[in-house]
Structures are given as structure tokens and as C-alpha cells.
């Protein structure tokens, strides 16, 4: 009988099953559109000290994909408008312009959902318009 408790010690109370583990993985139990409710619904805030940093990410993510849905529907573009249209469109660079002022996105994610090459070119090409202005500009004072 000593011997079984030591043993069990080290596993934790159910073991090491798959589900122990995943009880103590992420923010919230639940998909992601639940998740994506919570958080609207409640307003939770990204920075909230209780939360691990997986958490925290989930929901700048989230909310960083509902501003820029909110940003599509105002130029009158689609998420299938993304890929088809050149990476440095002035339409893309304003919308992660205003991103990234307004919800601090980081140029990675907006690389990847806005289809535009690299998060160096991103930045690059953000910096550009804030800096110079150019055609980019007329879409972004649409955003504002």
C-alpha cells in the first residue's frame, strides 16, 4: 500500500489522462465561438492578470478579428477580396494601419489574414503611410 501512494502523488489526482491534461490548458473550456461570446459579451479585458498568456492572446485575436471585420464591411470588401488583390493594395495597407493603432495587431497576424507577404512588409509599408501619406489614405480616413 506505501508503494501506490507515492506514485500517485506524482500523477495527480486522475492520473495523467487526456482529459486531467486538457482541464488544465487555455483560458476557457469551450470552441472558439463560445469563447469569441464570452468575451464579447462580457468585455474581458486581453491584459487581466489572472489569465495565463494563451488566454490573453485568444482575445486580442478575437478582438482584433472583429475590428477587422468591421473594417471590410466599411470599404465594401470580403475576406475572399484578401488573396486576390496585391499585398500592398492601398486598401490593405489602411486597414493595418488602423489595426495596428487601434488594437495594437501585431504585423504577423495581419500579414496572414490580409494576405499581404511578410510581417517586414507590413511594417514597411504602414510606416510608408504614416510617414508620406499617398493613396492609402483616402481609405483609412474611412476607417476612422
Not at 461570446?37 to 482575445?59: F, N, P, V
Not at 504585423?107 to 503611410?129: A, E, F, Y
Amino acid at each position: 500500500m506505501a508503494s501506490i501512494l507515492p506514485g500517485r502523488r506524482r500523477r495527480g489526482p486522475a492520473g495523467k489522462s487526456k482529459a486531467y491534461v486538457s482541464l488544465s490548458k487555455g483560458w476557457a473550456l469551450g470552441s472558439v465561438g463560445f469563447k469569441a461570446t464570452l468575451i464579447h459579451d462580457h468585455a474581458l479585458a486581453a491584459r487581466a492578470r489572472a489569465w495565463e498568456s494563451q488566454g490573453a492572446k485568444e482575445i486580442r485575436q478575437e478582438q482584433w478579428r472583429r475590428e477587422l471585420e468591421r473594417c471590410l464591411r466599411v470599404l465594401g470588401k470580403t475576406v475572399e477580396d484578401n488573396p486576390a488583390d496585391l499585398k500592398s493594395a492601398d486598401w490593405k495597407v489602411a486597414i493595418a494601419a488602423h489595426l495596428k493603432q487601434k488594437t495594437q495587431a501585431s504585423n504577423g497576424w495581419l500579414c496572414d489574414q490580409l494576405h499581404m507577404g511578410t510581417p517586414v512588409g507590413v511594417s514597411q509599408m504602414v510606416g510608408i503611410l504614416r510617414r508620406k501619406g499617398g493613396a492609402s489614405l483616402k481609405w483609412l480616413k474611412q476607417l476612422i
